[in-house]
DNA sequence: ATCCCGGTGA
DNA sequence: TCACCTGGAT
């Protein structure tokens, strides 16, 4: 029987097959994914990108920028986002820390080390773990696995974890059991993103799923399950 | 009508 | 634990 860190390694081997190279994170410099990261709380990309457009427009894309303009004209600015106050607030905090503390550069915050920095991005308003661990892997270069609606649902529905399992858990589980450079753990994150979006949708679609088991392979349903029981 | 790569406040 | 926050696509 295969043990946890084999079913782990295989289901990136598989995904990495199908796929190919994902080059997660989209945006083009560290400061436009972590703002990506924030304004995808809860949001389809697609109306992210939006409001990243509008971003680039008003040549709004820097700390000092978003900070400058009125809270009214970003609030504008994100509307395609959702959460158009709320976000508003969470990005200017950010944007504000950054200037504060690390003179806008997101170079110098990524020269924190790995605990300290994901304390520091948790203590802002508006920063929870998804978000956090989206800025340190891809923003900052760091090791660390980001999880996500998704990671649960795939993880789960592979019978490795429950699909109540809480964040951390989930994220030490698959961090002690898989073996991978900062690139393998930026990948695997944006696989599982396309496998979501492609197969495992909420009503799971099956079919071509190259997570399915052999035996499974061409059925539109059910997706694998209990691989390996999990024991808590 | 339901769903999006969540986080906060209570 | 859960209501709430938001607009846009399907």
């Known amino acids: 029987m295969e043990t946890r860190k084999e079913t782990v390694k295989n289901i990136y081997k598989a995904l990495k097959r199908h796929f190919g190279l994902t080059h997660w994170w989209p945006g083009d410099t560290p400061f436009e994914i972590a703002l ?3 304004l995808t709380q809860n949001t389809a990309w697609a109306n992210v990108e939006k409001a990243l457009d509008n971003v680039k ?3 709004w894309l820097s700390p000092e920028a978003l900070t400058e303009a009125a809270s009214e004209e970003v609030e504008e ?3 395609p986002s959702g ?5 508003t607030e969470r990005v200017r905090l950010f944007c504000s820390h950054l200037l504060t503390h690390y003179q806008g550069s997101m170079k110098k915050l990524g020269e924190r080390p ?3 920095l994901r304390e520091e991005l948790l203590s802002l308003k508006g920063i929870g773990p998804e978000t956090a661990d989206d800025i340190l892997l ?3 270069h760091k090791k660390i696995f980001v999880v996500d609606a998704y990671t649960k649902r795939i993880f789960s529905r592979c019978g490795l974890v429950s699909e109540k399992i809480a964040y951390h ?3 030490a589980l698959i961090e002690k059991n898989f073996a991978g450079t900062v690139k393998d753990y930026q990948e695997f994150h944006g696989l599982i993103v396309w496998t979501a979006k492609d197969f495992c949708r909420k009503t799971p679609a099956c ?5 399915a088991l052999p035996e499974q392979r061409g059925q539109a349903f059910p997706c694998r399950r209990s691989a390996i029981p999990w024991d808590g």
């Not at 079919?207 to 997570?211: D, E, I, N, Q, Y």
């Open 36 to 38: 990506g990261a924030i």
């Open 57 to 59: 427009a008003k040549d």
């Open 77 to 79: 600015a994100l509307r």
């Open 83 to 87: 959460y158009f106050r709320q976000k």
């Open 114 to 116: 790995l605990k300290e």
């Open 138 to 140: 891809y923003a900052c």
């Open 169 to 171: 858990p989930l994220q």
């Open 207 to 211: 079919r071509g799923c190259p997570l």
